[in-house]
Structure formats: structure tokens, C-alpha cells
């Protein structure tokens, strides 16, 4: 069997489970299969590609598998139109199909060496919509204003109020907050003018954000 043809399953495969779990914006499936995740995915772990596993990435990273990647887009409601914050990087996945939907990314890691491999993997897909910027990721972005959506993904320890303020009224917030030193669970905030109401969700296995830019990567 080609590594063509087993992708391709590996995608029908995951389509299917995220319709049982619910998961059935088509727009959002439409980019999830418009963005080839094998262009993002390290060579060795091909094979894996549509699969629920972390992919190991440059740095301590990680992809996140893919069922839980296009869950979080999901939980995030993206729409045509709006302005969207990623901050974690990572191998550029998310930004792409995020880019696929929304107007403009901008997508921040405190990693050089990610940057510049996001940056290699976005231009093979042709998103052209996607901002990749090194920057610290716990700091907020200054100067940048406003944004429809926002999607963290590195942990806090409670709700971070310099992102909350980057929110427009109606937007919404997708963030990790620690429960305990082991167990991480994804929050969803939405602004309605000055009132932020919080929803839990459900726990994902990120690690706390680590603050200023790296210093060698």
C-alpha cells in the first residue's frame, strides 16, 4: 500500500471519528483535508499522521494528534472574516487549516527553530494569510490590537488577562489552565463587552507556558 493511499484512509479514518464525537462543521473538515498534515508531520513519524498519538517535534514540542487538533478548531467556531491568534506554533498545522477559514493568523512561538520550520511548511501549502512570528508567548502581542479567536497552546495557571484583553466583544478565548502539577483541562472564554464567561471542557495533555524567547532554538 502507498504511503498516498494510507494517508488518504488514515483522513477518512479520523473524519469519521471526529462525526462520532460530534465534530461536523464541514468547513472545518474541508480545510483539515485541504492542508496536508504530512507536510507539517517529521519523516519518521508518518505513518502517524492522521493519528490520535503526539508527534514529537524540534525543541520539546509536539504535534498535537490530530483528532484533538481539529477538536480544539472546532470548540474554537471558526468563521470567514475574522482575525485569529495562535499562540504555540508548534509545526504550523493548526495556523494553516486556521488560514484556510479565517481572514488573518497570526501565530507566535517563543522557539526560533519552529518559526522557521512553520514558516518552510506553510509555503507548501500556499496559505498565504498566515503570519509566523518569533515572539514570547506569555507576554501577549503589543501593538497588534484585537482579534476574533485566540488559540493557546501552552498551559496557564489561571485565565490570562493580557490575552482576555485581546479579545474583541463576541470573541473567544481557547486556553489550557493548569488543574494540579499534572493534570492540564482546556478552558473557553467568550467576551460579551466587559462580562467573560468561562466554560470548561475537557483535559489535553499540554505543559505550562514557558516565558521570554528561547535562547539557542
Known sequence: MSGRVSQQEGLAAMALRLRAAGVANNDLLRAVEQTPRSFFCPAQY??????????????????EGCDLAVRLLHCLNLKPGQRVLEVGTGSGFTA?????????VL????YQTLVGTAQKNLEKTGVRNVVVRHADGS?????????DRILITAAFDSLPRTFSDHLVSGGTLL??????????RIVRVNRTGSRFDRED????????????LASFL
Do not use: H, N
Request: net charge neutral.
Open 139 to 147: 507576554a501577549g502581542v503589543p501593538g497588534e490590537g484585537t482579534f
Open 175 to 184: 486556553v489550557p489552565i493548569m488543574m494540579s502539577a499534572t493534570r492540564c
Open 107 to 110: 501565530t507566535i512561538d517563543r
Open 96 to 104: 494553516a487549516v486556521m488560514g484556510r477559514i479565517a481572514e488573518r
Open 46 to 63: 508518518q505513518q502517524d499522521v492522521y493519528s490520535r498519538r503526539l508527534i514529537p517535534l524540534d525543541c520539546g514540542s509536539f504535534m
Open 201 to 212: 471542557l475537557f483535559e489535553a495533555p499540554y505543559l505550562p507556558i514557558v516565558p521570554q
